[in-house]
């Protein structure tokens, strides 16, 4: 009865140059209709694990199955089918700068479907008016503030109703309220129009406030995961401090360097 | 042990050496690799050709005012500094073949596509390289667009169908700048200046040649842009860096593809 998970990732390793290695045996298994937390400090490789899981980056081992199909086997004409079904929110938006909101949602509409004007028009309007902003669907990029560009963006990743939606750091630099209503809004359109999500982020109250369940990763390795209430009981040292956002624990404040006594006495040396 | 450090120092010179030509090479067959991915995906940018016609607008109508002003300034000097040298001979009349063939032949071409380089190639380098520093070549990789066919493909087209209608252009209105100058002004026999120059100026050898070049200097100057745009690292100093590389480079390339295009061109019809 249990229908095969969305994302299925066993002991992948990924570098961008040989012998510094970003990822280390990762294993995920993300459910059909859930939403699902990367969640570690900035560096820490869960970007890099998005982008394999879109099929930008090919792992050096280990497999990866997304929607059905093997990442790594596929060429370029079979990944941009798979993009086909999944929608990416981006850190700061991307929208298309020189189209119209209304356009930028329109956007793959045009490009992939053979839907005549008055349909795209009516669709576009209605993803639009899924994230409020139907009224603004007139303005350009530069018009929007960030909470509302970001909303316009989220749009233009559901355009298509993709299965699988996939979100960068999708609440960095908003304001509170535009905050709360993305989170909101991701829950939302991942319940109504039944996708799966994977939330890459650091912002542990309101990531943790829509998720099912939470990786967390550092060093490019998955240190722990479980849903967010057992995650916030964890005694694991790196969960700890990084839910509870403390400045000292296994993550060190300082960056590693020399004896601070003796790179002052190299600069009275020095001088 | 002096001459160990010698031996360290010209071995580390030469290695930043071989560095610097392996790269320059990796990078010359990158650029070509994408050239021929370029063309091979152009078939979006004239399916939809009004993807092209917005190009052509942004790099080919929005040059047209520096364009129109160089082109009637250096038609204008033309016509003095030529009448200057022509008078002494006493054939002052043939003004009119000095002014056209110098610009048609050349400096229609070469100077519109400097300012062509600076004026647009700048800018559509500029612009992919903002639009790759923003994600947005990003997110239509993920929205399963092929970026190359999408953006670059039109630009390049637009770049390549603007260049030679620009070097057009621009010969017309210096010719006309010439001609202010040398008939208006100077008062040399606008019947000798029209009549001469029409005798003399040969449509396949002049005109014909002059178009080849320009169209060649717009290959160059839309691809080397394009090129840049696309291979800028996504930082503001990045998009930066590319923007002057394709200045300097594409200036370069139209100063030495004219060289050998003249060579090839006009020695051979000479000699002939």
């Known amino acids: ?271 | 042990m002096a001459e160990r450090a010698l031996l360290a120092g010209l071995r580390d010179g030469l290695e930043r050496l071989g560095g610097a030509a392996t790269s320059r090479i990796w990078r010359l067959g990158f650029a070509s690799r994408f050239f021929a991915h370029m063309l091979l995906h152009s078939g979006t940018a004239f399916r939809r050709f009004h993807l092209t016609v917005r190009e052509i607008y942004f790099a080919g109508v929005l040059s047209l005012i520096i364009i129109l002003v160089s082109g009637l300034f250096v038609g204008m000097v033309l016509g003095l500094q030529g009448y200057h040298t022509l008078q002494r001979y006493g054939s002052s009349e043939a003004l009119g073949i000095l002014v056209a063939l110098s610009l048609v032949r050349e400096l229609g071409p070469v100077v519109a596509g400097l300012l062509f380089a600076s004026r647009a190639g700048s800018a559509i380098t500029a612009e992919i390289g903002l639009m790759k520093a923003t994600e947005q070549i990003a997110a239509m990789e993920m929205m399963a667009v092929d970026p190359i066919a999408r953006v670059v493909a039109p630009r390049f087209w637009g770049g390549v169908i603007s260049m030679p209608l620009l070097a057009a252009l621009f010969s017309a209105m210096g010719i006309f700048g010439g001609y202010l100058v040398g008939v208006k002004l100077i008062g040399v026999d606008e019947g000798a200046f029209w009549s001469q120059m029409q005798a003399a100026v040969d449509v396949r050898e002049d005109i014909v040649n002059g178009i080849i070049k320009s169209v060649v200097f717009g290959i160059a100057v839309a691809w080397i842009a394009v090129f840049e745009g696309y291979d800028a690292q996504p930082t503001a100093e990045g998009v930066s860096s590319a923007t002057t590389r394709t200045v300097v480079t594409s200036s370069l390339a139209i100063l030495a593809l004219d060289f050998v295009l003249t060579a090839f061109m006009f020695t051979g019809g000479n000699g002939g």
């Open chain 1, 1 to 271: 009865m249990s229908r095969p998970p969305i994302v299925e990732i066993e002991d992948l390793s990924f570098g961008y140059e040989p012998g510094r290695p970003v990822l280390h045996g990762i294993r995920l298994r993300i459910e059909p209709g859930t939403v699902v937390g990367v969640m570690g400090q900035s560096g820490c490789g869960k970007t890099t694990l998005l982008r394999i899981i879109a099929g930008w980056l090919k792992a050096q081992s280990g497999r990866a199955r997304v929607l059905g199909e093997t990442l790594g086997a596929l060429d370029e004409a079979r990944i941009f089918a798979l993009r086909r079904r999944m929608g990416m929110l981006f850190q700061f938006g991307a929208l298309f700068t020189d189209m119209s909101a209304y356009d930028n949602v329109a956007f793959q509409m045009h490009e992939h479907t053979d839907l005549p004007p008055e349909m795209i028009r009516d669709l576009a309007l209605l993803k639009l008016e899924a994230v409020g902003l139907r009224g603004a669907a007139h303005l350009m990029p530069a018009e929007l503030s960030g909470g509302m560009a970001r909303r316009v963006a989220l749009a233009r990743a559901i355009a298509l109703d993709p299965r699988l939606m996939l979100y960068d750091e999708p609440f960095t630099g908003l304001d509170p309220i535009s905050f709360g209503v993305i989170a909101r809004l991701i829950r939302r359109l991942n319940d109504s129009l039944g996708q799966t999500s994977i939330i890459v982020s650091h912002d542990v109250e309101e990531c943790f406030g829509i998720v099912d369940y939470v990786y967390m990763m550092s060093a490019g390795r998955i240190v722990a995961e479980g849903t967010p209430e057992s995650l916030r009981r964890s005694e694991h040292p790196f969960v700890h401090q990084f839910v509870h956002g403390e400045p000292d624990g296994p993550i060190p404040f300082h960056y590693p360097a020399p004896g601070y006594a003796a790179d002052l006495e190299a600069g009275a040396a020095g001088g």
